[in-house]
């Protein structure tokens, strides 16, 4: 009994992990919000093909990848970011979701966030690069700023999601920044927020 019960063990599949980019908990900053009452369109998030995809992409120490099949997002990884994003931006940096008011559509900031690179080093990083561009609204002129963000991840995955969180939550405080001073009518400028070293 006990030997069929070892060999059926064997052959039980490894339980799936589901991790989401969605913060944990999400609160206004300290002080007033940056982009406070700015209408905002967040356009589709676009994130390179091959992290596109429910298992996750990882690079190794020996810099080779490895698919993960048990390590899984709860929903398409561009999906995850955007929605992620948007809380960020709403929540913390007190913009508008003009699909919320569709009185302020008119006159709102579209944001287009391009990732070019979406990176999980286990135990060492997440890192993310892109660009995203701000038009419409009261800006003076179409800003486009560059990006790359890394966050320290331990060695578990759970660390590794909550690092990725932690890197788009940094993206948003910056987006906002950005939006404040379209809102503000301000020359475009891009927050300092490269972490290349």
């Known amino acids: 009994m006990l030997g069929v019960l070892a060999l059926a063990a064997c052959g039980t599949t490894p339980p799936t992990h589901f991790h989401s980019l969605m913060p944990t908990e999400i609160v206004a900053r300290p002080g007033a919000p940056a982009a406070s009452g700015i209408a905002v369109v967040l356009e589709p998030v676009r994130v390179p093909a091959q992290v596109d995809q429910p298992q996750w992409l990882v690079q190794l120490g020996d810099d080779s990848m490895a698919v993960l099949e048990q390590e ?94 932690r890197a788009v939550a940094r993206l948003g405080a910056a987006i906002g920044q950005a939006l404040a001073r379209a809102g503000r009518g301000e020359a475009a400028a891009c927050p300092a927020l490269d972490d290349r070293r």
Not at 112 to 136: H, N, Q, Y
């Open 72 to 165: 899984r997002w709860a929903s398409p990884l561009r999906d995850e970011f955007r929605q992620a994003l948007l809380e960020e931006l709403i929540v913390a940096q007190g913009a508008v979701d003009s699909r919320t008011q569709p009185a302020a559509s008119a006159a709102a900031v579209r944001v287009t966030v391009d990732v070019r690179r979406f990176d999980s080093l286990p135990g060492r990083e997440a890192r993310i690069e892109g660009s995203w561009t701000i038009t419409g609204g009261d800006a003076r002129a179409a800003s486009r700023c560059e990006w790359l963000i890394r966050e320290p991840a331990a060695g578990s995955f759970p660390a590794l999601a909550a690092a990725h969180r």
